[in-house]
């Protein structure tokens, strides 16, 4: 699978925009602020229905314009495929396939697999346990879609018990009948989701952890670690021991929302006493296990992303990353970086075939 075209109308700071790509390696140079980043989104945005910058779909509308366009061809299966989704202010976002709207967008998930490497990773690190749950059910959900549908019931069921627990508390009342009714239906949904995430970490960092080396060159010692309560504790006894705490806050405390992934380097946090090179190096690690793992249980190379990767990254680990990129087992690839002396430098000994595209204020053309 590989994208052939991209056609932009209005998205971002492109009032107009069609590129047709190479099945090898593309690159978007140019300077900061140009654009480059907004390419790389607008392909994201034909994966998973939206932005991996702004999930305000509206904002992503070029200022003073009413909508936007994001149309792509893709080769599949010896098929053209075209997607094209649009955002038109105070709609309803629309996602067709071959012209044809889908029902639901979770139907459209996994069916073109995109892995991004962006400096906005660092979140993973630095923010809180809700962003790296983020990750890992990102993953999962597009080669599982029990696990995204159970995920969206124990979500929706959670919101129900939490807004339950805000009535109680302001009504000075507890309801033990009405309550169990949603803890039964959590416990059934967490228990699946905590075994789909327990088993796909085992996979997981095994791989991660090969990354991580060909890119450091065995330099350091990493691990994750996966805190959830229910490794340890019993649901049912736990959401039944914390109901009047719960009551008191309106909020449940126990459960697989709670789950986080601890990330080490020396086994220490990595938050703490890793280097901005090491913290990299992580990250860009974590993206191409994430790529390898769903290109085997999909049985397609995803699209990789790589935008701005040699930020904060020293000679030797750029040489390593770029090697594993200019493999042909990565297949389509998209870089942006801001040098297009570098670029040329990086790529000249890969025989993969290559194409570069100039950015500049919200115009892109083909430098070759």
């Given at each position: 699978m590989?994208?052939?075209?991209l056609?932009?109308?209005?998205?971002?700071?492109y009032?107009?925009a069609?590129?047709e790509?190479?099945?090898g390696?593309?690159v978007?140079?140019?300077?900061?602020?140009?654009?480059k980043?907004n390419?790389l989104?607008?392909?994201?945005?034909?994966?998973?229905?939206?932005?991996?910058?702004?999930?305000?779909?509206s904002?992503n509308?070029?200022?003073e314009?009413?909508?936007?366009?994001?149309?792509?061809t893709?080769?599949?299966?010896?098929k053209?495929?075209?997607?094209s989704?649009?955002?038109?202010?105070?709609q309803?976002?629309?996602?067709?396939?071959?012209k044809?709207?889908?029902?639901?967008?979770?139907?459209?998930?996994?069916?073109?697999?995109?892995?991004?490497?962006?400096p906005?990773?660092?979140?993973l690190i630095?923010?809180?346990?809700?962003?790296?749950?983020?990750?890992?059910?990102s993953?999962?959900?597009?080669?599982?879609?029990?696990?995204?549908?159970t995920?969206?019931r124990?979500?929706?069921?959670?919101?129900?018990?939490?807004?339950?627990?805000?009535?109680?508390?302001?009504?000075?009342?507890f309801?033990?009948e009405?309550i169990?009714?949603?803890?039964?239906?959590?416990?059934?949904?967490?228990k699946?989701?905590?075994e789909?995430r327990k088993?796909?970490?085992?996979?997981?960092i095994?791989?991660?952890?090969?990354?991580?080396?060909l890119?450091?060159n065995?330099?350091?010692q990493?691990?994750?670690?996966?805190?959830?309560?229910?490794?340890?504790l019993?649901?049912?006894?736990?959401?039944?021991?914390?109901?009047r705490r719960?009551?008191?806050?309106?909020?449940t405390s126990?459960?697989?929302?709670?789950d986080?992934?601890?990330?080490?380097?020396?086994?220490q946090?990595?938050?703490?006493?890793g280097?901005?090179g090491?913290?990299?190096?992580?990250?860009?690690?974590l993206?191409l296990?994430?790529?390898?793992?769903?290109?085997?249980?999909?049985?397609?190379?995803?699209?990789l992303?790589?935008?701005?990767?040699f930020d904060?990254l020293?000679?030797t680990?750029?040489t390593?990353?770029?090697?594993l990129?200019?493999?042909h087992?990565?297949?389509?690839?998209?870089?942006?970086?801001?040098?297009?002396?570098?670029?040329?430098?990086?790529?000249?000994?890969?025989?993969?075939?290559?194409?570069?595209?100039?950015?500049?204020?919200?115009?892109?053309?083909?430098?070759?």
């Open positions: 590989f994208l052939q075209s056609s932009l109308v209005n998205f971002k700071n009032p107009e069609l590129l790509f190479s099945d390696i593309n978007f140079v140019g300077d900061n602020g140009a654009g980043t390419l989104d607008a392909i994201f945005y034909l994966s998973f229905c939206k932005s991996f910058l702004n999930p305000i779909d904002q509308i070029r200022l314009e009413k909508f936007f366009l994001i149309q792509g893709y080769s599949k299966e010896e053209q495929i075209e997607i989704c649009s955002v038109q202010q105070g309803k976002k629309k996602v067709k396939r071959n044809k709207e889908y029902d639901k967008l979770a139907e459209h998930i996994g069916q073109f697999p995109a892995v991004i490497i962006s906005y990773d660092t979140n630095s923010e809180g346990s809700d962003t790296r749950r983020r990750f890992i059910d993953i999962i959900s597009q080669f599982d879609r029990t696990y995204l549908e995920l969206q124990y979500n929706k069921i959670l919101d129900q018990r939490n807004a339950l627990l805000k009535q109680f508390h302001d009504m000075r009342i309801d033990q009405s169990e009714v949603w803890d039964l239906q959590l416990i059934d949904s967490g699946i989701i905590f789909k088993k796909f970490l085992a996979d997981f095994p791989v991660f952890q090969k990354y991580f080396d890119i450091s065995h330099k350091e990493i691990y994750i670690e996966y805190h959830s309560q229910l490794n340890e019993n649901f049912a006894e736990e959401l039944e021991k914390n109901k719960d009551t008191a806050t309106g909020y126990v459960g697989i929302h709670k986080d992934l601890i990330f080490l380097i020396h086994n946090p990595i938050k703490k006493y280097s901005q090491q913290q990299k190096s992580f990250l860009v690690a993206k296990a994430q790529f390898e793992l769903i290109g085997q249980l999909l049985k397609m190379k995803p699209i992303l790589l935008d701005d990767v904060k020293d000679h680990r750029v390593h990353l770029m090697k990129v200019s493999d087992a990565f297949g389509q690839v998209f870089v942006s970086d801001t040098d297009i002396d570098r670029i040329h430098k990086v790529f000249r000994d890969t025989d993969i075939d290559q194409r570069i595209f100039k950015v500049e204020g919200g115009k892109v053309e083909q430098a070759n």
